[in-house]
């Protein structure tokens, strides 16, 4: 079992910044690949990026390459979503996901690959 928890959401303006944590807890967090995906309203939900089991692959969508950027502490059992520049878009509630059948360089990009998932937290960008 891995439990995890979202923090970090919020309101923020166009071209602001807002950084999401995810701590995790349960299992060995060195030992499977963290994702993070949203979900606005009405939309299906979306891959935005991953990290490997110990940081050495990453992959985030196109549309935010540039601007996010995933990390993850293994000393802390936590994962980061770093996001700047951000645009009216963005907004949906993110949430992180916990793959723990993938292999250690591997990130996956479908829901379906992840086995657990936090609450989520809202962004909210203001145009």
């Known amino acids: 079992q891995v439990q995890l928890v979202e923090s970090g959401g919020g309101l923020v303006q166009t071209g602001g910044s807002l950084r999401l944590s995810c701590a995790a807890s349960?299992?060995?967090?060195?030992?499977?690949?963290m994702g993070w995906f949203r979900q606005a309203p009405g939309k299906e939900r979306e891959f935005v990026g991953g990290?490997?089991?110990?940081?050495?692959?990453?992959y985030v969508l196109d549309s935010v390459k540039g601007r996010f950027t995933i990390s993850r502490d293994n000393a802390k059992n936590t994962a980061y979503l770093q996001m700047n520049s951000l645009k009216p878009e963005d907004t949906a509630v993110y949430y992180c996901?916990?793959?723990?059948?993938?292999?250690?360089?591997?990130?996956?990009?479908?829901?379906?690959?992840?086995?657990?998932w936090g609450q989520g937290t809202q962004v909210t960008v203001s145009s």
């Open positions: 990290i490997s089991w110990i940081g050495r692959t990453t």
């Open positions: 349960g299992r060995t967090f060195s030992r499977y690949a």
């Open positions: 996901a916990a793959d723990i059948d993938g292999r250690p360089l591997d990130v996956r990009t479908t829901p379906v690959s992840y086995d657990y």
